[in-house]
């Protein structure tokens, strides 16, 4: 008997360390799942997403400035430019996430990806050189940028775009894959993953708005973008370092998700005619669909029949398919409903710094501090935030809720929805103190006069959008990766990303629409390049109050979300 249970134990011992649908770098499968995976791995991912982040913010937090200085472009101009490389930027994972999942797996992807980045940021670089030397030959005379120097400056913009969009997906899908989700512990670790992925990756952020947004302003431009390439050569090395002890999601054979979720709307489309009633017997004779979604989307439920309403005959559906089918689509009601986060989510980086530019950025009496590095206190939020969100508040609310993340992930994403509401609140405000100050100075026809009002009254708008971010972002990342198809998985991260693609495309939009509305004919409209006669404050209050609309909708969608089978937490 002592000996059988001896047997027994190894046995379930043996089983715990095999890690299924995973294989090491030589393509073995992962039998020792201590020596590979884990956060052994991970933060080996974690330091490259620092060093990616520290690149690509290196780049976007202060592009505004560059577009308005080196560029001469107008504040309106820039802003659009911004908004739109930015919406390109967070569209382009959907590309790198479908050559990853279905081509290339994660792992290539990313070393193609970074040797992109590299070159985009090597361009952008050498950009920079071409620009500085055409200035410094116009120094005594007045010239323009030529046209070959703005389109060398966006072709290399774009290509750090085209980088980001194979990079940003797959790393954060590779390094989810790192933890077993079917393993009682290594699941509780994957949650922790989210925050402290974030936690990373804004400590890369942070750095880079203290330091390189300095260097940009007070140095010069060609190191600033030269160090974001440096350290993602640097990123790219440690990545390959870590080889030997990645997992590996092992392809299956079955058909290709796309064709099988394709294939779900196809054949439910062509049985159109099929009734409800035949349905029902169908579900009721074999069994099928007895989760509470099979009252969503019951039009997919054709898709389990052929086309004459039997099951015998015809290309036909399983239970499995129509129910991936159906997890992509109970998505689209969240995504939308976070398209107003991603337009507020897109003004920390334009109209924000440029609020900054006219006030007193005095911190000792020969230094200044950068306006772009004020969104460093958004990183730095959530540097504080999450370790008491891991630590602290998942602990506590996991007593009462039960849930192994303490509450679900919609109710964090809502949560941070309305700190960015009230960051809105905040920031219209403060723009309407600064306009005043202004105006009681004397100083609103003098753009270039700094006013009169400390920068340290934007911090409340910096740090509530950086705690709404500690919940709204890691909520979405980890909603979009757990809530998809697991073959799926760059995809639903790249689904994530897309929301504040589209909000930057949105935001461009907004912001050009409402600069044709109240300009023109001799007006400055909102977004005056004189801010001082702008008014900022009525966009922030727009804002705010679409905000708080998409609060009220998002839960009303939330309330009625059905979580795919065992991942409601």
């Known amino acids: 008997m002592a000996i059988s249970e001896v047997l027994e134990a190894e046995r379930r011992l043996v089983e715990d360390d095999v890690v299924d649908g995973c294989v090491d770098y030589k393509g073995c499968p992962v039998n020792n799942r201590s020596k590979y995976g884990g956060w052994r791995s991970a933060l080996f991912i974690i330091g490259v997403e620092m060093a990616e982040r520290f690149a690509y913010y290196g780049v976007s937090s202060n592009l505004i400035t560059y577009l308005t200085g080196p560029l001469a472009q107008s504040t309106a101009t820039a802003a659009e430019n911004v908004n739109a490389w930015s919406g390109v930027a967070s569209l382009l994972p959907l590309f790198g996430a479908f050559l990853a999942d279905s081509f290339l797996g994660r792992y290539r992807t990313i070393i193609i990806a970074s040797l992109i980045y590299v070159l985009g940021l090597g361009l952008l670089t050498l950009s920079a050189v071409f620009l500085s030397g055409s200035t410094s030959e116009c120094q005594n005379t007045s010239c323009s940028t030529n046209q070959f120097q703005v389109i060398f400056f966006f072709l290399s913009l774009y290509l750090i775009a085209l980088g980001q969009g194979g990079h940003k997906p797959c790393v954060q899908a590779f390094g989810a894959d790192q933890f077993d989700s079917q393993h009682p512990q290594e699941s509780k670790l994957k949650s922790s993953f989210f925050n402290w992925w974030y936690f990373g990756m804004c400590m890369g952020t942070f750095v880079t708005l203290t330091v390189l947004n300095y260097i940009q302003d007070n140095l010069n431009w060609i190191l600033g973008f030269g160090i974001p390439c440096i350290l993602m050569v640097v990123a790219l090395v440690v ?11 092992l392809k299956g054979e079955e058909k290709s998700p796309f064709l099988r979720i394709g294939q779900v709307f196809v054949t439910a489309v062509r049985n159109w005619r099929i009734t409800p009633s035949a349905i029902a017997l169908e579900e009721e004779a074999r069994g099928t669909l007895p989760h509470q979604s099979s009252e969503q989307f019951k039009f997919l439920n054709k898709a389990l029949l052929a086309s004459n309403g039997s099951k015998g005959y015809g290309k036909v559906c399983s239970v499995s398919e129509v129910e991936e089918a159906k997890a992509l689509l109970r998505l689209v009601p969240i995504w939308t409903t976070c398209l107003v986060y991603a337009i507020v989510f897109a003004q920390s980086s334009t109209f924000f710094t ?23 206190f958004i990183s730095l939020a959530i540097v504080l935030t999450i370790p008491i969100y891991d630590r602290i508040f998942v602990p506590i609310a996991r007593t009462f809720t039960r849930k192994p993340a303490g509450i679900t992930m919609l109710q964090r994403i809502g949560t941070g929805m309305f700190l960015s509401a009230a960051s809105m609140t905040g920031a219209a405000l403060v723009e309407m103190k600064r306009l005043k100050t202004a105006e009681e100075y004397g100083l609103v026809d003098k753009p270039n006069v700094t006013i009169p009002m400390s920068v340290w009254w ?35 991260l790249s689904l994530y990303l897309s929301i504040f693609g589209v909000g930057s495309f949105l935001s461009s939009f907004l912001i050009s629409a409402i600069e044709n509305a ?14 001082n006669k702008g008014h900022l404050d009525y ?4 804002l705010a109050g679409l905000s708080f609309i998409q609060l009220v909708v998002y839960l009303y969608f939330a309330k009625s979300y059905i979580y795919n089978r065992g991942n409601a937490s």
């Open 539 to 542: 966009f922030y209050w727009l």
């Open 239 to 249: 990545f390959l370092l870590g080889t030997k002890i990645y997992r590996y999601s």
């Open 354 to 376: 440029k609020q900054g530019v006219t006030m007193d950025r005095s911190v000792v009496a020969d230094f200044q501090i950068p306006a772009a590095s004020l969104q460093s």
């Open 458 to 492: 934007l911090i409340p708008q910096y740090a509530l959008l950086g705690v709404s971010e500690a919940f709204t972002m890691v909520g979405l990342q980890e909603f979009f990766y757990d809530q998809v198809p697991t073959e799926l998985r760059s995809v639903g």
């Open 518 to 531: 109240t300009g023109g004919d001799g007006r400055d409209s909102w977004f005056a390049n004189n801010l």
